[in-house]
Every structure is written in structure tokens, then in C-alpha cells.
């Protein structure tokens, strides 16, 4: 398995290194064809802050960038791989009003299509921009509800199932996707001198409780 990937099943979380990512779609290209997802959609995708933008003081991209936020500072182009990371407070399940969204016992953030209305109440709940309505209609979303059936990013649950990693951290070059339970990720990113980058209102959506084994990372 990658590097990135330090347990799998019950308990594990994703969780990106900012640092380390570089925006190489190699995350992108491994889900789609893993799961066979149409070009035209995306379970996983990278967003880039800041784009051309030198780092302050540093003047290098992409280096120290949470800690940056943290100051007065620059923390220069930064790329952020984008998926659902299977929130301990997930708001997409507090606001589905079918119950079509579930967070299941072993910590996986689940939708039961069968009950998905499409309203994408989720997709407005969500700060990280999982939820997907690849068979949507915008315009009439808003008044009927028929924004299609929700997708997302599963972690690849059936994959850690028989104890291997998600494709996309799997596959990651530079191990940008962390793996694990909530202390492994804490250990893993102080160990590389990371910074959690995410502020402590994301991180406690994240990880709940768990989110304190942060404390200091992005300082």
C-alpha cells in the first residue's frame, strides 16, 4: 500500500496534506478508473488557492502553507485535494430530510440512493464540496427537487473492506492523502511538519472530538 495509507476498515479517516500535494491528478485518474466514474464527473478533484502566487517569507510555493493562514503572511499557490473526508459531524446527514444520508457505525459516511429526493440540501451543508448531482437539473432543482441522485466519494469502503487503501491515496505520488485513524494523521502530519491547514471550525467537523490531537499543528 502507499505510504499515505496507515490502517484501513473501521475508524480510518482521509485527509489531505496539503504540502505535499501537487497537483498531478493522479487522485482523480486512479478514482475514475477504479470506480468508473464518466469523464464528465468526479468523486475527488483539486482545488488551487493563490494560483502563481510566491509564499511569504519563504517565496517558495506551496510550502508552509497553514501555518502562513495563521499570520499576516502568504501561504503562496496551494492545491487541495477535495473529497468527502466521512465527517465525525457530517452536516450533509444532519440536513438530508429523507435519511438518505447515514454515517454507518464504522465511521463511513454512506448515501442509500434509494431515498436520495435530490433536493441537494447536502451539497449546501457541505464545506468541502462532496456532494455530486451528475444527473441534476439545476434550474429545476430549486423548485421540484429533482436534482438527481447524490454521489460521492465512498473512501472505497469496499477496498478497505479486504484491507486495502483507497485508490486515490493508493496512488498518490507523494502520499498527500493520509489514511488512518484520527492520531495516526495527527502523528503522520508531525512528523512531516505539516500543518493541518484546515481552521478549527473545519477540523472539528472533520474529526469531532478527536480533532484536540491536532491541537498546535497549524501553529
Known sequence: MGQGVMSTGEGTRIFPDVEACIDCGGCVVACKRTWDVPRDEQRISISTM??????????????DSAAALGTDGSPGETSIPMQCYHCEEAPCVSVCPTDSLIKKDNGFVDVRDNLCVGCQY????????????????????RLFGNGGTMDKCTMCEERQDVGKGPACAEECATDALLVGEANEIADELEKRGSGSFFNDVAMGIIFGDDADQFEGSNA
Open 50 to 63: 493563490l494560483e502563481g502566487q510566491p509564499a511569504e517569507p519563504m517565496q517558495r510555493y506551496n510550502t
Open 122 to 141: 447536502c451539497l449546501s451543508a457541505c464545506p468541502f464540496g462532496a456532494p455530486q448531482f451528475p444527473g441534476s437539473d439545476e434550474g429545476a432543482a
